[in-house]
C-alpha cells in the first residue's frame, strides 16, 4: 500500500488522544466503580474481579477486528465505532452499579454486559489506533510513537481519576451516573475530533488490490495463515511469555514491601510511584535512542528489548534477594531501576509490534496486531491472578513470607530469561508487499496500550 503521506508529530499527537479517551473511560469503570461494588454497596470484592476478567477476556475480539481493518483497508471507522462501544458500556457500568442497590439481579446483567461491551470497544479502538501507527508512522519515529500514545494514555488514568474525583464526593449513586456520563461524553467528542481527516489517503497497488479481495474471505482462514507464518507465531509465544512475567509483579510488590519491608501503606504507595517514575524514564531513553541514530534504529531496539528482558530479571532476583536484608536493602532503588527496565522494553514492545505488522503476507497488518494483542490481553489476565495464587500456594508450603515471595519473584525472573530466549531466535519475517523488512531487533517485544 503506497502512502500519500505519513503522521506528522501533531498527528501523533492527535492519535495519542485518541488514547487518552480510552484511558479516561476505562479507568472509571476499573478503579472508582470497583471501589463503590466494594465500599459502599459492601458487595464481595470477586464481584468487580469477575467483571474485570469479562473485559481481558472480551479482548479475545482483537484479532476479529484487526482483521476487520484490513478488509476495509481503512482503521477511523473501527476506531470511533470502539470509542462509541466503549462510551456505551461506560455509561451502562455506571447504570448497573447504580441498580445493583435497589435490584441485585438484573443490576448484575446490566453490569456483564456493560463489561462485555467496554472490553469490546476497548479491542476495536485500541487495535485500530495501533494500526494506524503502525501503518503511517516512519520507522525512526515509531519509538518516540510508542512513547507518546503511551504517556498520554497514563494521562487519561490520572487526569480523569484526580478530576472525577473531586465530582463524585459527597458520593450518590446519581453523581456516580453524571461524573461517568460525562467522561464518556467528552472521550468520544474528543475521538471524533482527533481522528477527523487524519489517516492518510492511501492508493493501492495491483498488489495490494490482490490482497484486500483475498482477506474478503472468512475470518478463520485468514487467521490460519497467519498463524502459519512461523515469526508470527514464534512473537506470539514471546509475546504471552514476557508480559506474564510483566503482570505477575503486580499485585504482590506492594504487599512484600508492607510484609517483608514493614512499609506502611502510604510508604508501599509511593515505592509504586517511584516504579512508574522509572518506567516512564525507560520509555523516553528509548525514544530519544531510537529518535538520535535514525539510520540505526533497529540495530538500537534490538539491544533495547532484549536488554530490558535480562534487566528485568535481573533487577527481580534482586528484589528475591534483597528481602533477606530488610533493614539494609535499597528497595526503593531497586524498584525504580526495576521500572526503567520495564519501561524501556514497554516501549520497545510497541514499536516492534508496528514494525513487524507489516512484514509477512500483505493486508494482514491488523490481523497480526489483534493477535499480538490478544495474547497480552490473556497475559495479563492470569498474571496477576496466578502472582497472587503463587504467593498463597508458596506461603503453605513455606512458613517463611520472606522465602515465599524470593520464590515468586525468582520464577518470574526467570520466564524473562526465557523470553528473553525465544527473542533471540526471532528472525527477519520476508514481507510479501516488497516493504523493508524489520530486523531483529524490530521484532523482540509487545506492550498493550489500551489493555487496561
Not at 57 to 79: E, K, L, Y
Not at 172 to 180: C, D, E, G, K, Q
Not at 325 to 354: D, H, K, Q, R, Y
Amino acid at each position: 500500500m503506497t502512502e500519500a503521506r505519513g503522521l506528522s508529530w501533531a498527528g501523533i499527537v492527535r492519535l495519542g488522544l485518541v488514547q487518552t479517551s480510552l484511558g479516561a473511560i476505562i479507568v472509571l469503570t476499573t478503579t472508582v466503580i470497583n471501589r463503590v461494588m466494594v465500599v459502599e454497596l459492601a458487595l464481595p470484592a470477586m464481584l468487580p474481579g469477575i467483571l474485570v476478567g469479562i473485559h481481558h477476556a472480551v479482548q479475545m475480539s482483537r484479532p476479529r477486528f484487526g482483521h476487520g481493518s484490513d478488509v476495509g483497508g481503512r482503521t477511523t471507522g473501527w476506531i470511533i465505532g470502539g470509542m462509541a462501544v466503549l462510551a456505551l458500556g461506560g455509561v451502562a457500568a455506571a447504570a448497573g452499579t447504580v441498580l445493583i442497590a435497589t435490584d441485585v439481579f438484573w443490576g448484575l446483567v446490566v453490569s456483564t454486559l456493560s463489561f462485555t461491551a467496554i472490553g469490546l470497544g476497548a479491542s476495536a479502538a485500541g487495535t485500530s489506533t495501533l494500526v494506524t501507527l503502525a501503518k503511517h508512522v516512519a520507522p525512526h519515529r515509531k519509538a518516540a510513537a510508542a512513547t507518546i500514545v503511551w504517556i498520554m494514555m497514563i494521562a487519561g488514568f490520572a487526569v480523569t481519576a484526580g478530576v472525577a474525583g473531586q465530582y463524585l464526593d459527597p458520593f450518590t449513586p446519581m453523581r456516580l451516573l453524571t461524573v461517568t456520563t460525562t467522561v464518556s461524553v467528552i472521550a468520544l467528542l474528543l475521538t471524533l475530533v482527533s481522528v477527523f481527516r487524519l489517516e492518510p489517503e492511501t492508493s493501492l497497488s495491483n498488489q495490494d488490490r490482490e490482497a484486500l479481495s483475498a482477506r474478503q474471505g472468512s475470518f478463520s482462514k485468514a487467521l490460519r495463515e497467519v498463524w502459519q507464518e512461523s515469526e508470527a507465531r514464534r512473537f506470539t509465544i514471546f509475546v504471552f511469555v514476557s508480559m506474564l512475567a510483566y503482570s505477575a509483579q503486580d499485585l504482590i510488590l506492594e504487599p512484600f514491601a508492607g510484609t517483608v519491608f514493614a512499609m506502611t501503606p502510604g510508604e508501599s504507595t509511593s515505592l509504586s510511584g517511584l516504579q512508574h517514575s522509572g518506567v516512564l524514564l525507560g520509555m523516553i531513553l528509548v525514544a530519544a535512542a531510537t529518535m538520535v541514530r535514525k539510520n540505526a534504529d533497529t540495530a538500537v531496539l534490538r539491544h533495547w528489548t532484549i536488554g530490558g528482558c535480562l534487566a528485568s530479571a535481573v533487577f527481580l532476583a534482586a528484589i528475591a534477594v534483597g528481602g533477606g536484608f530488610p533493614e539494609t536493602w535499597p528497595l526503593g532503588a531497586n524498584v525504580f531501576l526495576l521500572g526503567v527496565a520495564n519501561g524501556a522494553f514497554a516501549v520497545a514492545a510497541i514499536a516492534s509490534m508496528m514494525s513487524l505488522a507489516s512484514a509477512g503476507k500483505p493486508g494482514a497488518d491488523g490481523l497480526r496486531m489483534g493477535l499480538w494483542g490478544a495474547s497480552q490481553a490473556i497475559a495479563f489476565a492470569l498474571g496477576g491472578f496466578l502472582g497472587t495464587v503463587a504467593i498463597d500456594v508458596s506461603r503453605i508450603f513455606i512458613g517463611d513470607p520472606v522465602m515465599a515471595y524470593g520464590l515468586v519473584f525468582s520464577l518470574e525472573a526467570v520466564m524473562f530469561v526465557v523470553a528473553a530466549g525465544i527473542g533471540m531466535r526471532l528472525r527477519p519475517a520476508v514481507s510479501g508487499d516488497k516493504r523493508p523488512v524489520p530486523s531483529f531487533g524490530e521484532i523482540a517485544m509487545v506492550e498493550v496500550l489500551d489493555a487496561r
